[in-house]
């Protein structure tokens, strides 16, 4: 029984990490209508929740000299930052996506971040002091939970939402630039009647990647406010 015990332990952590973060990368595809901001995203989170494992590990193995932490602790730290990450992705990345659409998203950030930061911070210190709280359970494995999940929170609502301001302006640049525009351009020509001529066409390409190169440089510009 223990060594079946012990092979769950092991074995199943890894299937649910992969199967949530599959999940929370479908449902931000979803609701920002995207794919690299997703990825970016769920990166960011990834990285919040390494950092904060990694700090676990370093204190309570490496400071304090524990031979481990319990099992079950990174694996229930996995589940519940990963889906409180998530959350922060589409309350406050969510907020900007749309208001992009009616906008720039420099103005969108401007107008939205101030709105969602405030409340994500509130929610994160608050959440992050809940969690601290069972620390004062005399307990080892409770003590490891309280620290990992108080950090994690902290990690992704303070230094992780601040990186992904930067994050959405320059995906959401690409992507306007991806978008593309059409470009219209008119030669009046001395013989309509008359076939093409090669140096005509070449003329014509010219001109329009002249006209091209201006709407391109008008819209980074309106874009960026640069």
Known sequence: ENSRLGRIAVLDPGTTAWVLASAAMVLLMLFLRAIVAPVLLLACSLLALAASLGCLTLVFQGRLGHEGVAFYVPFAASVLLLSLGSDYNIYGVGHVWTRAKQTTMRKAIAERVPETSGAITAAGITLAASFGMLALVPLRQFRELAFVM?????????????????????????????????????????????????????????????????????AITWETGL
Do not use: N
Request: proline letters at 3%; glycine letters at 10%; hydrophobic letters at 45%.
């Open 150 to 218: 108080g950090l994690g929170v902290l990690i992704d609502a303070l230094v992780v939402r601040a990186v992904l301001v930067l994050l959405v302006l320059v995906v959401g640049i690409a992507g306007e630039l991806v978008k593309g525009f059409t470009t219209t351009h008119s030669e009046e020509r001395r013989k309509p009647d008359a076939p093409i001529s090669e140096g005509e066409l070449q003329k014509l390409i010219d001109g329009v990647q002249r006209e091209a190169l201006r709407d391109a440089e008008r």
